[in-house]
């Protein structure tokens, strides 16, 4: 190569493998079928192009000049040529079921609110809004294989494939032309033939394996699959990821031990291959796995987008960050990204041709994955140990020198029309809105019995509470004095069902909350259907609990012994504690997080004890108060407990309570001199269940519509 004179700045961060490791490789490339890296580098010298220069801040004149890239292409003329490809594979070929096209590509991200309107409001300032760019005016397309796309920390990866894949957040804005196989396509569309896999694994982990699947299939295949053409699926899955050994093993959680992090990821991708997706989205898919599980689950991937497993083969794009070498040469074709704009695209085998001309080939034993980013990322200046540092002018010549070299990418935003109709027809309906409810729910069932201990608890400490309150007030008897016990009686079971029941549910949401915003964002169900699910698991677990109370307490302490008042105040207490879950379901959908919930529960719960009629009696609440009557479900219980109770209660006086005018013979008389008879019986159940209905409504739309 003549390009002596092109001297990298950058040997000092080039990576040498031993011999050892470049037997490896090429062991690795005869495995795949894939060159080995002495046929990539054998039409260079490239070592001697890579001497550091004397001051590692001085380019070569032939670098740092203008006329750089003219040169440089006079150069690599004598050089293999290379013909700008999108990929490896015929775009028009059969294998290929999807092409996806973007052209002049701008993601931005708006100004956070609050800091635009302290902006606009300095007088001093003229305002001009500021809104980050993410990508910059980038084109490109994917047509089947396996892709990579690489770039240094913060260079857009995750965002490239949050654009494609329409996840991107509410607060950005894209500008520029997207195409599914020629035609414009938005979430709902993609999301019936393409599948996401996130970076985080989040799934189920009391669950195995094959039931976490079994779950999916059930919800994600059309409802035109029978039971055992979805177990068929299942199993042909579990194969081809390599999960089939630990199928009933339990997904598991940070306390209990289930299959390893390489077999979550697994799980994961395998969701979304269940029904065989066209399209499969994965963000860095190797992080957090060693590189023996690494290489493994790329390998799966190849096969995959090789159509080497049982299912058809699926066009998958990876980002990825700084792939090892056997990884980086499993993939087909690669998009090289740096702030935001892209340096390469095209096959990966292309790519070292074109760092090749630019000027930069790859050393010997040296990454190639390595190398690309090495060359693109400016070294950090380190003082301690005098890394040799680049100015953003030679940085930005070298990334200019690479894009340079490759011919314009003409882009074709019709192209894979004629896919269309294959893609149209694999559009089938998913299970109705009923069926997804029913299989949510036994999910919903699955998982809480799983965790019985939790509802052994909730139940004992129930019977708990029952016999300390019922003791307390033990045998309360007819005479005057127990009037004054009877109100702390009841207002205390009120109270005790009403925490209890909120307590129970008020990490319902929030711990499941990323869970089941991932299902939904792919598809999976509906939220409406995921909320009737859960808030019927919710109330059918829940309803032993007051019943039980009930049972245990009215007799302990003796209310009035009729068939109808204890069926009425065991009813009270189930919409008492109805109520209250309500309430703590509205506050865990709308606070998000389990933090937040925990912090504004008590609060709401403290405002319904206050106003609970007991501390105040409904008559002499001032009229400013009057608004927290509605938000406290204590109070309607406490006075429809103590309506159903006073009513027909004969009392006992003695001549003592006789001669000092103080005795109440009635428990109407009661009911009067506390101001109860505001409101009947009726009243109270219709406010409570008034009361349950709005909560859920609104813990609904929270559920729904609050996705940040
Ligand atoms: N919603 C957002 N609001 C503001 N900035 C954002 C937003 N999303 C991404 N960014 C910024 O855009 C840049 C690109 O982010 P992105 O997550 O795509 O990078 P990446 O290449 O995937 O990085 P990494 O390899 O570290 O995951 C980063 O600087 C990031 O801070």
Redesign the pocket.
């Known amino acids: 190569m003549e390009s002596k004179g092109v001297e990298s700045p950058r040997k000092s961060s080039v990576n040498n493998y031993g011999d050892t490791e470049h037997g490896s490789f090429t062991r690795h490339y005869d495995d795949t079928h894939l060159p080995t890296l002495n046929e990539e580098e054998s039409t260079n010298d490239y070592t001697t192009n890579l001497s550091v220069p004397g001051n590692s801040n001085e380019l070569p004149s032939s670098f740092s000049s203008a006329s750089f890239t003219e040169q440089q292409h006079r150069q690599s003329s004598t050089l293999k040529p290379f013909e700008r490809q999108l990929s490896i594979l015929d775009p028009m070929s059969d294998r290929v079921s999807t092409i996806l096209v973007w052209e002049n590509i701008t993601v931005q991200?708006r100004p956070n609110k609050q800091k635009e309107f302290f902006q606009r409001i300095k007088p001093y300032k003229k305002f001009v809004p500021q809104r980050?760019c993410?990508l910059n005016n980038i084109s490109g397309a994917i047509a089947g294989g396996l892709w990579a796309v690489m770039?240094?920390?913060?260079?857009?990866?995750?965002?490239?494939?949050?654009t494609l894949a329409c996840r991107?957040?509410v607060?950005?804005i894209v500008l520029g032309e997207m195409r599914l196989n020629g035609a414009p396509y938005d979430n709902a569309e993609l999301k019936r033939i393409a599948g996401y896999v996130m970076?985080s694994d989040l799934l189920n982990g009391s669950l195995t394996v094959e039931e976490t699947l079994m779950y999916t299939a059930q919800l994600r295949l059309p409802r035109t699959f029978t039971d055992p053409e979805r177990k068929e699926r299942v199993k042909d899955v579990l194969a081809d990821l390599g999960l089939s050994h630990v199928h009933n093993v339990i997904v598991g959680t940070p306390l209990k031990k289930g299959i390893s992090g390489g077999e979550r990821k697994r799980v994961c991708v395998g969701m979304q291959l269940l029904n065989r997706p066209q399209l499969l989205f994965l963000?860095?898919p190797t992080s957090g796995l060693d590189s023996v599980t690494a290489l493994d689950l790329l390998r799966t991937f190849h096969a995959l987008a090789h159509g080497k497993s049982q299912a058809k083969s699926v066009t998958i794009v990876c980002?990825i960050?700084q792939p090892q070498a056997k990884i980086f040469n499993l993939f087909d074709s690669l998009i090289l990204?740096k702030a935001?704009h892209v340096l390469y695209q095209g096959p990966r085998r292309q790519a070292m041709d074109v760092y090749r001309t630019a000027g930069f080939p790859c050393p010997i034993h040296t990454n190639p994955a390595d190398h690309l980013l090495d060359v693109i990322t400016p070294p950090r200046h380190n003082p301690v140990l005098g890394t040799p540092t680049i100015s953003l002018e030679q940085q930005a010549a070298i990334d200019e020198a690479i894009i340079k070299v490759q011919p314009p990418l003409s882009i074709d935003l019709s192209m894979g029309e004629n896919k269309r109709l294959a893609q149209m027809s694999s559009l089938l309906h998913n299970p109705t809105w009923l069926k997804q409810v029913q299989i949510l729910l036994r999910r919903t069932f699955q998982e809480q019995f799983r965790q019985s201990q939790i509802i052994i608890t909730s139940l004992v400490q129930t019977i708990i509470m029952a016999i300390l309150i019922g003791t307390v007030y033990l045998r309360i008897g007819n005479t005057q004095k127990s009037i004054v016990r009877r109100e702390p009686a009841l207002f205390f079971c009120a109270v005790n069902q009403g925490i209890f029941g909120a307590l129970m549910v008020i990490n319902s949401f929030p711990v499941e909350r990323a869970l089941t915003l991932r299902e939904r964002a792919s598809g999976t169900y509906y939220a409406s259907a995921y909320f009737m699910a859960k808030i019927i698991a919710e109330t059918l677990i829940q309803i032993p609990v007051p019943i039980i109370f009930s049972c245990a307490l009215y007799f302990l302490i003796g209310f009035q012994l009729t068939a109808g008042k204890f069926f009425l105040f065991t009813f009270f207490m189930l919409l008492c504690s109805l109520a209250a879950t309500s309430l703590a379901l509205l506050i865990s959908a709308i606070c998000k997080t389990t933090d937040m919930s925990v912090t504004v529960l008590p609060l709401a719960l403290e405002v319904s004890r206050l106003f609970g009629g007991f501390f105040l009696a409904p008559s002499r609440l001032p009229k400013y108060f009057a608004w927290l009557d509605a938000l406290s479900y204590v109070k309607y219980t406490f006075v429809g407990l103590a309506l159903n109770e006073l009513q027909g209660l004969t009392l006992t006086c003695t001549d003592a309570d006789r001669t000092n005018a103080s005795c109440i013979e009635t428990g109407e008389l009661f009911i009067i001199e506390r101001g109860y008879d505001y409101i009947t019986i009726g009243g109270c159940i219709g406010v409570l269940l008034g009361y349950i209905i709005f909560c859920r409504i609104f813990a609904y739309l929270g559920v729904r519509f609050l996705k940040s």
Do not use: A, I, R
């Open positions: 991200v980050k993410l770039g240094p920390s913060g260079s857009g990866k995750s965002t490239l494939l949050n991107l957040d607060n950005t970076q963000d860095e980002s960050h990204l935001g």
